[in-house]
């Protein structure tokens, strides 16, 4: 038996969820009778982590973020892993816009997390490592309330619980 139990505090996209997300709104986009002729399109940029939309003008580019949120709520990809550029104009009277994609705690929201877990009065340690925050407890009821707590608490984040040990 363990003396010390352990979970990982992480911000991730799942890329592949996210990718057929953005199939399903590419389909909806070519049927739909409103982007008929129209230049709209969504690329993916894996290695940059950033997702850019280019479509005609501002209210055709609003209605592919709404598609977007909701082919991403639908596969379970949170809409707080966006953060949305400005709309600049593009190539050929077009407009585009980059969103780029979470990955990882940034290291002012893995200190706000610690602070938060450490004022909570919880009998836990938390200890940023890289891009994740480690949660340490001696028992598995008070991480699952540490759990719970963070849960409760909204960051303006995704957040995940991995290697529950």
């Not at 940029?45 to 005609?56: I, P, Q």
């Not at 706000?112 to 994740?132: F, R």
């Amino acid at each position: 038996m363990a003396d010390q139990f352990s979970f990982d505090v992480v911000s991730e996209v799942n890329m592949q969820e996210l990718k057929n997300a953005l199939d399903q709104a590419m389909k909806e986009i070519k049927q739909r009778f409103d982007f008929k002729d129209s230049k709209t399109e969504i690329t993916l940029k894996e290695k940059e982590k950033e997702l850019v939309m280019v479509s005609d003008d501002e209210y055709k580019l609003k209605a592919v973020h709404e598609i977007i949120k909701a082919k991403c709520v639908k596969r379970g990809v949170s809409l707080k892993a966006f953060d949305y550029g400005e709309v600049e104009p593009a190539l050929s009277g077009t407009v585009r816009q980059v969103a780029k994609i979470q990955s990882g705690l940034a290291s002012d929201k893995a200190k706000e997390i610690t602070k938060a877990v450490k004022d909570s009065k919880l009998k836990v340690q938390a200890q940023i490592q890289g891009e994740q925050v480690r949660v340490l407890g001696k028992s598995k009821d008070d991480l699952q309330s540490a759990i719970a707590f963070l849960k409760g608490r909204d960051f303006g984040i995704d957040l995940q619980f991995t290697n529950y040990r």
